[in-house]
Structures are given as C-alpha cells and as structure tokens.
C-alpha cells in the first residue's frame, strides 16, 4: 500500500478570484489577481489567462506593483514569503523570508525598498491580533533572501487589506478596525486615532468596513456597515476633524476606491450596483446596476480609464470609465454547499455543477476557465432572504454526452413540494442544450437519485422517497411535426420501502436499486426482480459497481458505518469492513475505486479493486471535515512512468471539493513540477492574432542560428505558387492597399530560390560579371563594322544604344520570370 507522501493534495483549477482585490498593471493591459495558492495575470481586453504564477506553497493573501519597477509586482502568503515576480515574462525573480504568515502587503513610491505588511501581533499563527510591520528589502543577488528585521508601523489592524490605504503619496496612512479610524503621519511619526459610537440614532451599526484615501488630498473615506460613507478631513488635528456622511446603499458598504484624480470615488456593495460619486458634488451619481452579484472590491486602473469590481459569485468584471462593462472573467461559482453531484460533461469533458441560483456550470479544469451557464429553471431569481425558490439539486449525462436530465424543487412553508423533471437535448448548432421534456411531479415526494444507462440505450432511472423507482425511456414522435420525447416505460417497488439511491451496471444490463435494508437487482430488459442481497444492519447510503473485470462485484455503503462487495455470481457478501465511508465512487476508466472515510474530524482516502482486499493507495487527512463531492475526471494526456502503485491517476483524476468549498486534487511532485516549469516559460505577445494578414506582415519570431543552416542546406521548392496561393485565399477586406504588396511580393517573387552561394561571394560574382561585360564589348566593338555595313536601311537619325543600356538589357536577360508561370497556373 502507497503512503500520501509520494501523492500530494494540490488546488488545481476554481480557485476564488475574490479573495483578495485585484490590481492593474501600469500600462492597464492586464490584470493580477490571487487565486488559491498562485496569481493569475488575465487580458483586461480578452479575458484569458496569460501566465499563472505559481511559487507559494500556501494561500495567497495580497498583491502590490513593484513603484519602482513597472513590469514587476509583489506577491505574499501564509507561508511567509514575499515573492518578487516579472508578470510580463510569468518569471520568479526573487523570494523574501519573512518568517511568519503575511495577511496583506502594502507598497508606497515615497518609502523605497521598503515593504508594508499585516502579520499577527504574536508568534503564534493561530492569533486573531494583527499589526502592520514596515520590512527594508534586502540588496542581495541571490534569489532567496531573509528578511526577518521590521519595525513596527500600526498595532491593532484588521487582517482586511481594505482596511487599510495610504494617502497623498504615501505622506500618511489611515486604519480602519471596529469602530475606530487612526491615522499615521511618516514625517511627524505621530498617530490620531478616531472613534464612533457602536450604534446611531436609527439602531444601525456604525462598524468601519473599508476605507481608501484622496490621491491628492488629505481626505479619508470610510465605508460602514449601515451603509453609509463618510469622507474625513482635518484629522492632523485630533479636536479640529470634520467628516461628511453620504448614504445610497442600503446594505453594508463593501468597497471604495478613489479615481487617480481623485475627482471621482466609486462605491459597492450588496446591491450589485457600482455607484461613481462626484467629489465635493455628492448628490451627482452615476449607476452600473444588476452586476450579477455583491461587489466585493473595486480597482481602477492608473490611468483612469478602467474600473474593476470583484463579486461574490467568484466573478471579475472590467468596466469603462464611462460606466459600460468591457469584460467578464468568471471563476467557478462556489455556493454555500452542492446539492448536485460532480458529474462530467462526456462531450466537453467539463466540470457540472451548481452555478448561479438555478443554474449548471460547465466549467473547463484544463483551461480552469467557465465556459458557459446553462439556464435549468428559466426563472427570474429574486434576491430575497427567506424567500424559498426553485433550486436544481439532481442531474446526469448519458454516455454520449447527448441528453442531459435535471430535477428542480421548491418547498414552500405548509405547503406541498413542487418537483420537475426536465430532460435536455443537445443542440449541434447552439452547442448547448435544449429542453426536450418537463415532467411535472415526477414522484409525490423529493427525488433521491437521477441515473442514465451506461449503455448507449436512452434509459432513465429515478429513486423517490415515495416508495417507488421509475424508468424513463425516449418515445417516437406521434406526427411529424413533433420530435421525441420522454415518458415513463416502468415504475417498480419493494414492500412499501422507500429507495434511497441506486446505480447501473457497467454493461446497463442490471440496476440495483437499495431500498432501506436490502439490495433489489432488477433485469433492464424484462424489469424482473432477479435477486435480493442483504448485509448487517443500517440503510444502504450509497450503491457502485465495479468497473472492467471487477464488473461483477456490487458495493455498498451503510449508516452504520459498514463497507459491503456482494458478489454477483454467487449472489452473496464477498467482503465487508468497518470504515464510516462518506463518499464512494467508482472511476469510469479503470477497476479502482475511492472511498473518502470519515475519521477524528478529518477524511481519509482509500483506492482499491474490488477484487483485492487490500488498498492501492490511502491518504491520511486529506481534508479536516467530510468530503461530501468528488468526481473522477479524465485526463487529456495519460501520465507515464509512474510506478505501479501510482497508476491509478494515469488516467485519471480525482477532484473534491472540502467543506470550504475548496476544489482539491491528487498529484505527483513530478507532475507539478512539470508544471511549474512550464508556467515560466516565455510566450509570445498575446494581442497579435494569428490571422492571415498577420502571417503576411507580421513580425516572424528569430529562428536559432543551426534552424536557419539546416533550412538553407536544403533545396527549396518554388515559392512563387505558394505566395500567390496565400494571397488569393486571403479575404479582401483584411488585406492592405495593393501599392503595398505590390513590391513586396514582385521582390520576393524574383529572388532565385536555386542560389545557394554565400554572401561573401557576391564581390567575385561582380568582378566575374564585369570581366564579361568588357569581353563582350570587345566582342561587340569588332562587331560594329560588320553591322553598319549590313545595316543600310536603318535611320541614320537613330542614336543606337549606348553602353550603360546595353549592360542593363544584359542583364535584364539573366533575371528568373519563372513566377510568371505560376501566375498562369491560376
């Protein structure tokens, strides 16, 4: 059996985006953002993911630009380094010990090579006290350097970097913390601190939430927990300060950000709407409502011209500066729990699950990208606590990724459940899915399990607690106007017991269906009972066959802690052991099975066959709490040269998501090095598109000097053909004006592409050249006479040609019109 130490549990795609606020880069092309244990550097015109930073070994927790390095920017962690990364190349240039886990970094122009950063108030990591530390960066070449030296800045910060912001260039720094403002002044090194009453006239908090400062002036705005900002001056005089309160939002404030001019601030918070303010004119505003989601952060960038705002629904948005969404980067949307399973799109090979409230994701994990929603209620979503509406809670695929089903439910306060069975067809071209059928009231009570047939056949089986399991089968259209649909071919039960889960077997043959106590193997041909199997007391939690040549093992998973294979041949427990198994899955593409088993508070993970009592692999506490959804997910490439142990993620992988709605895999350190390495190399300018125009006028990337030898050792075919062929087959309005490519391509056309002589001979070529130029103006010299004399009827007004045109039309002789013939090919 393989210990974990050879396996490491990693992030690995859907990390949060709105954790920490994201930041732009000088020139506003790109976008940094933290995410999970790396930093992401998005397009802020295309969206994509141009490098991802990947160092840390823990959670990332902040960001800063380098002020005297444009292209350069700082990341920390709780692992306790600052890393020093070139964004544009995605290269780590330097790494910063600091020693203690780091909750937020600051850096400011006025304070060179020094660095600002929150980290708990005593050595122990588990503190809920927090001070900013002011850290001098070492001048060292090496790459990993301690700085374990700082000095005290500001004591009882919160860990919120939002809480936090410098003003006027750095002259000052204002801290927000529970009801209480300070102010640090650098040139006086003096504190004011500023305090509010706990609760106003109204009976609404007056808890400071987040706080930002005027570029260019000494004025501080602060935003509240009632809801209201207010813009602070005067505070260099403790008695003297003044503040204005300004109030729109109706709910916590929870970002605030000033213009770089400082003639604008702009607002958010749970109403999803951008509010833009007017400096020293407040009751001018201008709205960007139904963002999707609460603002979390808003960023603007250093020219001004894009704002960024950060939601809770793990979604970035650009905006214009004139208040018009530019871009949406959306992460993978991580509700409070998941009421469906993981499942995987066969023909996307995405990631399915809850979205958005009544909704399915389809999320990419190779491009760690969401590629679209898929709509399942079709209903207006109403943010309203305590209003109860219609939620997705089942779905699965068929085989072939062609029809999707989904049950949605509403339980309304005293009154009944309503349920919705809908299947979905998938649209070649939408390349989406389509509703097909809507099954009202499926079963009188809620569903407990969704499954299709692992054959190609369409067959759908649902369990209900209302005592009874039905089979749905694909019926032919009645006239020809109408397309096929779904409908119940055989509703089956057991004594009045209600069935709890069930599962297909590899070939679709069989289905067993767990009602309570017992296990029912039911025929999918003639919907005959062909045998019962019961195990030691508790209900049946979860029912998985075996896969391959374990296909005829059934396992399952009791509330009273037990794990049971039956075999089906002989129709008797095969095995059984005492483990409280939370989870159990079986993977598609191999025999291997995980059981993810709760045990002193955390979940352990055990891969096996059925065939072999003893694992393949375990894994101690990969997570604290209970891994509720896993999945086993194909790979594009299949691993090699793992050991034999090991070769159950070949294939495979494994993701689950932790009671934190953290999405977790398993990988190997050889794995993630390989990808590590690949996240630092060099790539090519994002923003030039690889189009036919750019392949005719686009800068060619510097070939290696042996490339270029070996390509001039070898004959070259005619190009003249293959040219004009691009340009033909090139759409007009793309191309330039004709006198541009005029030249270039008669130029390229009559070069000779059978000459191989070196450069440096292009001296004797001209001398050789000349020699026969004077030895045939001998030539021509004694040939004069003989001409003259023949020629008698030619005008004597006509000069002839003088020597410099003969020596032209000489070689105007020698050039190659070969590309003339290509032309007539076409």
């Known amino acids: 059996m393989v210990e974990h130490g050879e396996i490491r549990v990693v992030h690995r795609g859907g990390s949060k985006l709105n954790f920490r606020q994201p930041i732009f880069t000088h020139d506003s092309r790109f976008l940094l953002c933290a995410s999970g244990d790396g930093v992401k550097v998005f397009s802020a015109s295309t969206e994509e993911c141009v490098h991802h930073l990947l160092a840390h070994t823990g959670l990332v927790t902040g960001l800063s630009l380098r002020p005297s390095n444009q292209l350069q920017v700082f990341s920390c962690s709780l692992d306790g380094t600052v890393r020093l990364w070139d964004y544009t190349d995605g290269i780590l240039i330097k790494t910063f010990s600091i020693g203690c886990p780091i909750y937020a970094v600051y850096s400011s122009g006025s304070h060179d090579g020094v660095l600002f950063l929150t980290v708990p108030a005593k050595d122990d990591k588990k503190s809920d006290t927090f001070r900013l530390v002011a850290v001098q960066l070492p001048q060292s070449p090496e790459q990993f350097v301690e700085a374990r030296e700082f000095s005290a800045v500001l004591e009882d910060v919160s860990s919120n970097p939002a809480a936090v912001s410098f003003g006027r260039g750095g002259h000052f720094i204002a801290s927000v913390n529970n009801l209480q403002l300070e102010v640090f002044f650098f040139k006086k090194q003096k504190s004011y601190r500023f305090y509010l009453p706990e609760d106003n006239k109204h009976g609404q908090k007056n808890t400071f939430t987040c706080t930002t400062c005027h570029p260019k002036e000494d004025c501080i705005a602060t935003g509240h927990e009632d809801g209201k900002i207010r813009l602070w001056r005067n505070f260099n005089h403790k008695k003297e300060y003044t503040y204005s309160t300004h109030h729109w939002h109706h709910t916590a404030v929870g970002a605030l950000s000033f213009t770089p001019e400082g003639t604008n601030f702009l607002s958010g918070g749970g109403e999803s709407v951008l509010v833009q303010w007017r400096y020293n004119q407040e009751t001018q505003k201008d709205f960007l409502p139904r963002l999707g989601a609460a603002i979390s952060h808003i960023s603007v960038s250093p020219d001004g011209c894009l704002f960024c705002t950060s939601h809770s629904d793990n979604k970035i948005i650009v905006i214009h500066s004139y208040i018009k969404i530019s871009a949406v980067i ?38 760690d990208k969401l590629l679209y929603n898929l709509d399942i209620v079709q209903q207006e979503y109403i943010h309203e606590s305590g209003l109860n509406q219609f939620d997705v809670v089942k779905a699965d695929f068929d085989t072939g990724g ?17 349920l919705n069975l809908k299947l979905w067809a998938f ?31 369409t067959l759908l089986v649902s369990t209900g607690n209302d005592g009874l399991f039905k089979a749905w089968t694909l019926t032919a259209p009645t006239a020809e106007d109408e397309s096929a649909s779904w409908s119940c071919d055989f509703v089956g039960s057991y004594h009045g017991l209600a069935p709890q889960c069930c599962s297909f077997s590899a070939d679709g043959s069989l289905l067993a269906v767990a009602f309570r106590e017992v296990v029912t193997v039911w025929s999918t041909v003639t919907w005959d009972l062909l045998t019962t199997l019961s195990q030691p007391p508790g209900d049946i939690r979860n029912l998985c066959f075996g896969r391959q040549s374990c296909s005829k093992y059934l396992l399952g998973t009791t509330d009273k802690n037990q794990l049971c294979c039956w075999n089906l041949l002989t129709c008797s427990l095969e095995w059984s052991t005492s483990m409280d198994v939370s989870l159990l899955l079986s993977d598609p593409l191999s025999e291997n099975m995980a059981a993810f ?18 694992p393949l692999f375990s894994h101690k506490a990969v997570c604290p709490g209970r891994v509720l959804r896993a999945v086993f997910t194909p790979r594009e490439e299949p691993l090699e040269g793992s050991e034999e142990q090991l070769q159950w993620i070949n294939r495979s992988q494994l993701h689950f998501f932790s009671p934190n709605m953290e999405l977790l895999t398993f990988s190997t350190k050889a794995e993630e090095d390989r990808l590590t390495a690949s996240s630092k190399q060099l790539v090519i300018d994002d923003h030039v598109a690889m189009t036919p125009f750019y392949l005719l006028l686009g800068k060619r990337p510097q070939t290696d000097a042996r490339e270029v030898a070996a390509v001039t050792d070898r004959v070259q075919p005619p190009q003249g053909s293959s040219a004009i062929r691009e340009l033909l087959q090139t759409p007009a309005h793309v191309l330039p004006s004709t006198s541009q490519l005029c030249s270039m391509f008669v130029q390229s056309l009559l070069v000779s592409t059978a000459d191989k002589r070196e450069p440096t001979n292009v001296t004797e070529e001209e001398m050789e050249s000349e020699k026969e130029e004077e030895d045939s103006e001998e030539e021509e010299t004694s040939r004069v006479t003989a001409i003259k004399n023949q020629d008698q009827t030619r005008d004597p007004k006509d000069p002839g040609l003088t020597k410099a045109q003969t020596r032209e039309l000489r070689q105007l002789r020698k050039l190659d019109y070969s590309w003339v013939g290509a032309l007539v090919e076409f």
């Open 402 to 418: 062609k029809w999707l089903a989904t049950v949605e439910e509403r339980k309304q306060n005293s009154a009944e459940l309503e």
């Open 330 to 367: 959306q992460g993978l949307v991580q509700g409070d729990r998941i009421k469906t399973d993981l499942i995987v799109d066969p023909l996307s090979k995405a990631l399915v699950m809850n979205g958005k409230p009544g909704h399915l994701q389809f999320y990419s994990l190779q491009r």
């Open 597 to 614: 088993c709760s045990e002193a508070g955390c979940t352990d993970l055990f891969v096996f066959r059925p065939s072999e009592p003893r």
């Open 427 to 457: 649209d070649e071209q939408t390349q989406s899915f389509v509703l097909n059928t809507t099954v009202s009231a499926p079963h009188e009570d809620r569903v407990t399990d969704l499954s299709f047939s692992p054959d190609q056949t």
